[in-house]
Structure formats: C-alpha cells, structure tokens
C-alpha cells in the first residue's frame, strides 16, 4: 500500500466506465502534491479542479495544508467520516495505520471506488467478500461496529462504503425496476440503479430514517431539486432512508462531482458563508438559474432547521463536455449546528438569521425583491407542512413536535 517517493498516482475521469480518460498525473514532494494534467485535459479545456489549478501545462503544486498535501478536489474523493472509520479499521487488522499513510497512499485505496468520476490507479483497494444483502443484518452489524465491537460483517460494510462520507452508516447498492437489490464492492450490475442506504449512527434519533425521508419530501415541495428517495421498511423499528445517487446517472456512467470545499478549498469543520456558495456557484456553473437554487436551499436550510450546511455539503457536476451544475441537494434533515448555529453564516449572522439578512445577500447577487419573495413564500409554505409530511413518513410523535417547535421558533426570529 505504500508507494516510492515519487511514484505518480495515474488519474482517469470514468464518465464512462469502458474508457476511462486520462486525466492527470499525481505525485508528492515533501508532503506537498504536484499535479500534472494530461495532454487531453489541456486540449479541451476541461477545468477539473472547477477553481484552481487550471488546465495548463507543468506542475501544479497544491495550495494549501489543509487537505493532507492534496489539492482540494481530489481530497473530496477520500474516505471521510463513516468511510475513513470502517477504512481505518480494516486496515489496522492488515497491520497497517491509515494515518501513516500519504495523501496519494489514501487515494491509491479508493481506487475506482469512490464518488464522482474519478479513478485512482495503481488501485490498492482491499478485497472482500460480500456476505449478505439483508439490509436489517448491515444496520445491526453498523450499529455493534459503533459500539467498539468487532463483526461479521465489518469487511463487507467497508466494500459497500466505497468513498462514503459523513457521519451515519451506509452502503452502496444497486435497485432494479422490480424492486431487486444487489449490492457488491464494485460498480453496481447492469440493469440496476446506483443508490446509498443510510442507517443510524449512535448520536442519531431512532427514527432518522423516517426524519430524513420527511425533510426530503418537504424539500421537493419547497422547490429545492432532491434526488430520487425512499423510505425502505425494516423488520423491526423505523425504515432505511435511501437516496439516488445523482453522480451515477445511469449503469457504467458517471458525472465528475466536486464539493464547495474542495472547490474553493475550504475545510467543512471551518465556517464559511452564503455568500462564498453563491458567488462560488455563478463561477464555476455561470448559470443564474443554479445561483437561483443555491439562494432557494439557504432559504429551506434556515426555515427548515438544518445547520449541517458546511461546504462538504453542497456539490458541483461536471459531465464529459466541462459543464459544471449545481448538484441536487442531499443530507437535508433537521440539525441543530455547531453551537447552535449554521455553518455557514448570512451576511455574518449564523445564529437567527432574518429576512433582512436574506434579501440583503439576494441583492448583492442580483436576485429582485420580487424573486426573493417567491422563494421565500414557496419555502414556508412546504415547511409550514411540516406535520403532514413527518405523520406519513412515520416520524415519532416526539421528533414532529421537536422539530414543529424548532421551525416556529425560526420563523419568529425570520420575521
């Protein structure tokens, strides 16, 4: 798992997993990663990075420290979270420390697996062995694995994480149009649908599935654009809320995906702003209907009470032409914030954000009060059903009334 100082890390965009396009060439010096674009990156002109480090000949040296000497983008594409977690662990059992390894080491271990289109080669991915399709046997396994206790089905988790990020537990697994499941630590089969399954991390509700099936629900009736989801029954207890993937459009097709932090290269754990997410979005898409979308989801992410909203959680997709889009909103569910506040801040207020607040960023972006308005309206309207969305997801009575008590104390302070 180890490489040479100085062996290249080879970098291909799998916008189709059949011919996977050279992209660039990786290596480290002195703990710093320089990166070389290949000739067809240059040749089209397609900015990969989305901000920095431009499609240019010669080596471009990562710009910050913050992302394990790598640059910004292609650190998206490591473990994190749940992912770095089952990572570690299985790697201690082979004898080796995760955090011994480089930046280009680590990436070397997502191989193909990871989020978006970019593949890592030499590829050093452990094996294993899928033992099991029932999902209810993989949130138990998660949940003993949180517990500091070793499983089964350790291995397996590891697999079907792929790249996976955030806290909570989940896999990777393919749905067909009857309603077949496989799963596999590969690419999904022919003829299924890419989705994520998340089960229950300690910290969470008991009903986090129904929680996160509610708020994804309300954001689409808020205007925001969701991907494809569905609650999926458990044998006992509240269901698994499962989500498209929207970086696998379809079998053996991928989009090339980056986050604001590895955009712009800013830390998820480090504030930021509204501001930086939507002046972010206009350069990297110059699309006004996408900085429309990102204004609309800071709307719902205040009305709705989720302050998770640090830079990991927004998203950009490139396709094999170099458009870049806004992605879908995901993660979306009620999230009291570090310290009670957002992580990213309206016009400096993270705490109760107002109306004021609001509009006065719309402004400086060129959205009219009119504009504003609308998506305002259309945004409490969706939230303000909050009730009818959470009783047919099945959320607890508790966790409706939590939740129903934190919109109308945000509306207050909007207002």
């Not at 910050?64 to 983008?73: A, V």
């Not at 009857?178 to 509700?205: C, Q, T, Y």
């Amino acid at each position: 798992m180890r490489f040479e100082r100085g062996t290249p890390l080879n970098i291909a965009l799998a916008f189709d997993e059949r011919r996977p396009l050279p992209a660039a060439r990786l290596a480290m010096s002195e703990g710093v990663g320089q990166l070389e674009w290949s000739a067809g990156t240059i040749e089209k002109g397609l900015a990969v990075a989305a901000v920095n480090y431009p499609p240019e000949s010669g080596l471009h040296a990562a710009r910050t420290g913050h992302f394990q000497g790598l640059h910004g983008f292609l650190a998206d594409a490591l473990p994190e979270g749940w992912g770095y977690w089952l990572m570690r662990r299985r790697l201690g059992r082979m004898g080796v420390d995760i955090a011994s390894l480089t930046g280009l080491e680590q990436l070397a271990l997502v191989g193909a697996t990871g989020r978006g289109a970019l593949m890592f080669e030499p590829a050093t991915t452990p094996g294993d062995e899928v033992e099991t399709l029932d999902l209810d046997a993989l949130a138990e396994e998660a949940a003993v694995l949180l517990s500091g206790n070793d499983g089964r089905l350790g291995d397996t988790l590891a697999g079907l994480a792929g790249g996976s990020g955030g806290a909570r537990p989940k896999i990777h697994v393919g749905f067909d149009d009857n309603g077949n499941v496989s799963i596999g630590s590969g690419e999904i089969v022919p003829g299924h649908a890419a989705w994520i399954v998340k089960f229950r991390a300690l910290e969470d509700p008991a009903d986090i599935g129904p929680l996160e099936s509610a708020y994804a629900s309300m954001a689409q009736a808020a205007g925001l654009n969701v991907p494809e989801h569905k609650l999926i029954p458990a044998k006992e207890g509240p269901g698994y809320f499962a989500t498209r993937r929207f970086d696998r459009p379809s079998p053996q097709a991928r989009l090339h995906m980056v986050s604001l932090s590895g955009a712009i290269e800013s830390p998820p754990q480090m504030p930021s702003s509204y501001d930086t997410l939507l002046r972010a979005t206009r350069a990297i898409t110059r699309d006004t209907s996408d900085v429309m979308a990102a204004f609309r989801r800071m709307v719902f992410n205040v009305l709705a009470h989720n302050r998770d909203d640090h830079t990991r959680q927004h998203a950009y997709l490139m396709d094999e032409s170099g458009n870049w889009r806004l992605s879908p909103s995901y993660d979306l569910t009620y999230a009291p914030g570090p310290g009670g506040e957002h992580y990213l801040d309206i016009e400096g207020e993270g705490r109760k954000p107002t109306r004021d607040h609001v509009e006065k960023l719309g402004a400086r972006h060129g959205i009219s009060r009119k504009q504003m308005r609308l998506i305002t309206d259309e945004v409490k309207e969706a939230v303000g059903k909050w009730t009818t969305f959470a009783r047919a997801a099945g959320v607890s009575p508790g966790s409706l009334k939590q939740v129903r008590d934190a919109h109308v104390r945000v509306a207050r302070d909007f207002q």
